[in-house]
Structures are given as structure tokens and as C-alpha cells.
């Protein structure tokens, strides 16, 4: 699904940004049907934006590959889905785009790699979103003159699902992000439903959430999107 960007516009975000983490369903007897089950109850509540992401060391990108092809085919035309990191599991699945983080491929080549995806298959309408973490403002900025459809900041507030966390931003830190750049801004780390109208006050268009999902994935998206219409 596309719907959000159409050739040489801006992306539109959607204002609930899912991720859904690999880790925590890594102890179910089969967690990519669990992950698929999951992914249900996110998009029947209302969710359309999906990002599959999975930091398991050693990697395992045959497991990654099908769990994003099984994502893939249930978010066809109802959610957009970007794969963390992996540019080539984004190109073998056909999601709609990749998430980087700053010491990933750099958004430029990702550009390229999908420039001459789209220039291979001849589909010179679609065009792969790629999104970028920043964790303070001088990337921010630096940021904000890449190829990028969107910049993620954060830690806003204090996590437990990134390893070796940034300093937290705070509000302040995505007040400020917001004046430094016109690209759609992401806020991630430690947002939930109590602290996201805030998120949106001080600036984002989007907040992407991980931990405040698990528990009841259907009643938090609800519950997300009838705070952040
Ligand atoms: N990236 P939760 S914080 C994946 O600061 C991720 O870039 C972050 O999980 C960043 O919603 C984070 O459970 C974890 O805090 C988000």
C-alpha cells in the first residue's frame, strides 16, 4: 500500500506509527504466525502503518524473510510496511520501504538501490519510502538535506526496547526537531497512550510505539487513534 506517497509529494504519515519487534515473540512456538496475528489485530483496530523489526544477534534473514513476506501479504491495500534495516528484505518483498539507523547503508545508497529496483522492474510510479533515525539535533539537521521521506527522533523518553539507548530528547528535543525540518517527523522511545497527545503537541506527525502495543494490541491502536484522531 502507497497511498501515502505519490511521486515527487510528501509523505503523508499515518499518526500511529506500529513496530512490531521480532524479540517479543521470539519465545512462541511459532512466532511468525503470532507476528501475523498480531498484525490482524493491529490493522483491525485501525492501524496503517506497520514496521517489522528484528535486532536478533546472530541474524536470521531467511526467518526475517518470510515473516516479512507473510506481512506483506496480509498489509496489501490496508497498511503501509517498512522493514527496519534490511533494504534487500524491503526489495524481496515488495514492502513499501525501509527504515534506517545511522550506522546502516546510508539513506543516499538506499536511494539508489531502490532507484534501480524501480528502473529495473520498470515501475517508474512507485516509489520505495525510506525513513532515518536521528538521536539529537546535529543529525537531525544533517538529516533534513539527505533522501529521506521521513526522520525518526528519539529516545523522547526513556525506553527498554532499544539496546544502548540515546540520551533522551524529551519534548523539547522534538519542539526543536520540528523547527529544524519540513520532512514528516516520526517521535519514538517510550511513548504511550497517556504521553502521545503530547508528542503531537510539541511537534511530530507520527508517533512509533513498540512496548505500549503488546499487551492488547486492538484495544492500544483504538485507544491511540481516538487520541490522535
Ligand atoms: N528506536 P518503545 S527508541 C526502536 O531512539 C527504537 O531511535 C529508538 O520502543 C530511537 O515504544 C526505540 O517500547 C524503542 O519505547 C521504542
Known sequence: MRDGLENNHALVL???????????????????????????RLMEAGAKLIQLRDKSEPAEPRRLLSCARELRRITLD?????????????????????????????????RRIFDQA????????QRQIIGFSTHNLDQLREADSLPVDYIAIGPVFATANKRKPDPVVGLAGVREARELTRKPLVAIGGITRQSCASVIEAGADAVA??????????KSVEEFLSILG
Open 118 to 125: 524501480i528502473f529495473d522492474r520498470n515501475k517508474n510510479e
Open 14 to 40: 499515518p499518526p500511529l506509527y506500529a513496530i512490531i519487534d521480532f524479540s517479543n515473540f521470539a519465545a512462541e512456538p511459532d512466532p511468525i504466525s503470532a507476528i501475523v496475528q498480531f498484525a490482524e
Open 209 to 218: 510505539v513498540i512496548s505500549d502495543l503488546v499487551r492488547d494490541p486492538g
Open 78 to 110: 490496508r497498511a503501509m510496511l517498512i522493514i527496519n534495516d534490511r533494504i534487500d528484505l524491503c526489495l524481496a518483498t515488495d514492502a513499501d520501504g525501509v527504515h534506517l539507523g545511522q550506522e546502516d547503508l546510508s539513506p543516499a545508497a538506499a
